[in-house]
């Protein structure tokens, strides 16, 4: 019964955070409310087949469907292969095209909670401009590297712009992937100074384009940068799902020389 009743409060969770009644769900993966109804109360123990058929509905991770199943009683059945494995060879070939691509301009490849995995030399230039060189096999994480007050900010002129988007961002991470690490990544960034009242505080008025760039400046250099950020499409692995590839594009055409001009001298 307590696997049976882990599953259930699982299972529960995930519908509500998908905003789901016990009618949508069972609609959706074509099972009778009755049968959802004693899922969900712990009355009926589902088979395999069961937690990955509303485990695919729900859309719920890879990460946290190997946690479904472990809870209804089942072995996993989603790896999560080191980023550096021989098996992710060709995905980190393909990370290393789309980067090289991206040249003179920067790009990263990064996990689910901003830890960097992969830079190109466009970003390697950035930050070197920013905050000087880093040490070699240096951890970063690019969430506390922008939120706070010892990094980026310092040069980062519309920092509490960028902030409060971003902030937002990961707050719709932790609700839609439901892990300790995201909540944890997400307190700790709410803890930084000054973050909350910038929560707090009213929106300004819109800026004068479509986008919110990222403005630096330093040394009477004035960068205007804007963000995409790209998922593997067709995940089977929990490394992979969880990866993001951001790359930065210069806003105006000041930013744009500034950084060709450093690929060319260096």
């Known amino acids: 019964m307590a696997r049976e009743s882990g599953f259930a409060a699982t299972l529960r969770d995930w519908r509500r955070r998908r905003g789901l009644s016990q009618l949508d769900l069972a609609g959706r993966a074509d099972i009778s409310q009755r049968h959802l109804s004693f899922l969900e109360l712990g009355r009926a123990a589902p088979s395999r087949d069961m937690v990955l058929r509303l485990a695919a509905t729900l859309d719920v991770p890879l ?18 292969t080191d980023f550096g494995a021989p098996e992710l ?11 090289g691509q991206q040249e003179p301009f920067p790009a990263v490849a990064v996990d689910r909670h901003w830890n960097l995995l992969k830079a190109n030399a466009g970003a390697v230039r950035l930050v070197e401009f920013l905050v000087g060189p880093l040490a070699p096999d240096t951890k970063i994480n690019l969430a506390d590297a922008l939120v706070g007050p010892d990094i980026l900010r310092p040069f980062l002129i519309n920092w509490a712009d960028v902030v409060r988007y971003f902030i937002r961002s990961v707050e719709a991470d932790a609700a839609a992937d439901g892990q300790p690490e995201t909540a944890a990544l997400l307190e700790r960034l709410l803890a930084y100074e000054g973050v909350r009242t910038v929560l707090k505080a009213p929106t300004t008025e819109a800026g004068t384009g479509p986008i919110l760039p990222m403005h630096f400046c330093k040394d009477s250099v004035s960068l205007e940068l804007f963000t995409t950020i790209a998922t593997l ?14 790359s930065f594009f210069p806003r105006n055409a000041a930013t744009e020389k500034v ?8």
């Open 63 to 80: 990460r946290q469907h190997n946690a479904m199943l472990l809870a209804a009683g089942f072995a996993p059945v989603w790896q999560e």
């Open 89 to 99: 060879a060709e995905v980190r070939h393909a990370l290393d095209y789309i980067m």
């Open 233 to 246: 499409g067709t995940p089977q692995d929990i490394t992979l799902q969880e990866l993001r590839i951001e």
């Open 259 to 266: 950084m060709r001009g450093w690929a060319a001298s260096g």
